[in-house]
């Protein structure tokens, strides 16, 4: 699987929509070439950089995209390692009426599940989402792949609603805290999904 193809297409939609691929700091990979050389630190999710640059500011219809290797707990023992991977991110913060049409758009690049059997899209819990709270621009979806006997979560589309900004004071020109959301896949993640899948019709004689 051409990791770079694949990065350009997200690439071209992300600042189709108006983002800005950005290079913040030292824990930014900058190309592929790059991640072959594990340059960089890698990082829990490709946004941090972002929200981190975005503290104490005001923005406006804010959208902006990025390129890293991100680490995750294992998720299993005796399977492929999931731990380091390769993820793009696109990250928006601005009213609520841009985190909705944002948000609806990239709900359809989740659709790989067209072309994975072995995979759902699902509503899923983070920190972000406060029990209790019940609040409608707090939600996270998951693209999760069938894979080694374990859902496995290949890309994820969040919106936070008004906590991160809180925490961050990323704040409208009118004042208000901005609402934010994310966009992220992970492409070592993608490309297992679909080795799974080949190997499965294999095995079915397909």
Known sequence: MNFKVIDKYFLTEAMRMGAIEEH?????????????????????????????????RTVKDYIGTILNRCHRPK??????????FTM????????HKLNDSVFNRVMEW?????????????????????????????LKYELQSYIDSQWIAIASVNMHGTFLSEKYDIKL?????????????GYER?????????????????
């Open 24 to 56: 913040l700091d030292n824990r930014v990979v900058h190309t592929f070439e790059d991640i072959h050389l594990k340059c960089g630190e890698p990082v829990h999710s490709c946004c941090i950089s972002i929200f981190d640059w975005l503290k104490d």
């Open 75 to 84: 998720e299993g023992k005796d399977h492929f390692e999931y731990d380091i």
């Open 88 to 95: 793009r991110e696109m990250v928006w913060a601005g009213n």
């Open 110 to 138: 989740l659709k790989f599940d067209e072309f994975l059997p072995n995979s759902r899209i699902v509503r899923a819990e983070d920190f972000f989402i406060e029990a209790g709270k019940h609040d409608p621009h707090q």
């Open 173 to 185: 020109e009118d004042g208000n805290h901005a609402f934010t959301g994310c966009f992220g896949i």
């Open 190 to 206: 993608l490309a297992h999904a679909y080795l799974a899948e080949a190997k499965r019709l294999e095995l079915q004689g397909i």
